[in-house]
């Protein structure tokens, strides 16, 4: 058990502020946040991109009945499918319920880097954009796509393109307006730019990253515990009442992979195979992610559930 995590068991009741469960995915970051607000009378925050959604509980993996009945937890299902969510705006949200759930300790699970490092170092403080440019900026990209556009984007921004460009439409676009509103690099506002949330006390926090063996498996575990929860179905009714590939869920892991086999390009079982394959590269990103940019965190080489007091 991290000395941390020991420290906040023992104060039962009187920790306050937050902590941080960061992780790969399928570490049992959920888990453990679960066992730790039922222990201290604490709040499970999310901080998963994804799982702000409503849409697509099985997919994402949200919590289950039972961990819901066991702990409460907020911001899980509170977007609608059109929305759009911000590093800026999930601050925002997870800012305010961080303090509105004082004195009980509050519990930020998730495994999005953008927004716990924004928590933990705040954000670059780049102006907003105007309305008149977000709609130049959002016809720009329509017109020339995705990739194209980030060709532009590197050959104007070379501070980015040596740091590595982001692959999202979102950030692409929020790149590029920074470049026209401000003549600099998103990339190169610092922490000297940084703007800061006032937060409750910071408690600490942990970044689960098991070996990579047994990540592969419990990935493998978790997307046959989709199928059989009828995963594929959630899917074909949500694409039956979403019908767009920029709705913030289409990105979601498993989208594109169930609607090859929907749209009968490829069997259920090469659905799987892809899908798992892709979350097995996702989980390879973040372990390098957690290891280097989140150095507030203590890596623990162990699953949430194997850091649970017995």
């Not at 470049?179 to 922490?191: E, H, P």
């Amino acid at each position: 058990m991290d000395m941390t995590f020991s420290r906040l068991w023992s104060e039962v009741g009187d920790a306050g502020g937050f902590c941080l469960i960061a992780g790969t995915t399928a570490s049992g970051k959920s888990a453990l946040a679960v066992a730790l607000a039922e222990a201290t009378g604490g709040v499970v925050v999310n901080a998963d991109s994804v799982q702000l959604y409503r849409s697509l509980p099985i997919l994402t993996a949200q919590p289950t009945a039972a961990d819901r009945a066991r702990a409460d937890h907020r911001l899980y299902g509170v977007l609608a499918d059109d929305e759009r969510c911000s590093v800026a705006r999930w601050l925002e949200l997870a800012s305010a319920t961080l303090n509105a759930v004082q004195p009980r300790l509050a519990i930020v699970v998730g495994g999005t880097g953008f927004y716990l490092e924004a928590l933990l170092r705040g954000l670059p403080d780049v102006p907003a954009t105007p309305p008149a440019l977000r709609v130049e900026s959002e016809a720009r990209f329509e017109a020339l796509g995705r990739a194209a556009f980030a060709r532009e984007l590197a050959a104007r921004d070379p501070v980015l393109a040596a740091r590595g460009p982001p692959v999202d439409r979102q950030r692409l676009v929020r790149a590029w307006e920074v470049l026209q509103l401000t003549g600099r690099s998103i990339a190169s506002f610092g922490d000297a730019d940084r703007r800061r949330p006032a937060l409750p006390p910071w408690r600490g926090g942990l970044a689960l990253v098991p070996p990579p063996a047994e990540t592969a498996r419990r990935i493998e575990r978790r997307f046959d515990a989709m199928l059989a929860a009828g995963v594929v179905d959630e899917v074909a009714a949500w694409r039956a009442r979403v019908d767009t590939p920029d709705a913030p869920l289409a990105k979601a892991d498993g989208v594109r992979e169930i609607a090859g086999y929907l749209d009968g390009r490829w069997s259920l079982a090469e659905a799987r195979r892809a899908t798992i394959v892709k979350v097995r590269r996702y989980a390879k990103r973040q372990r390098t992610w957690l290891r280097h940019r989140l150095d507030e965190l203590d890596v623990v080489n162990a699953t949430g559930e194997a850091l649970v007091p017995v």
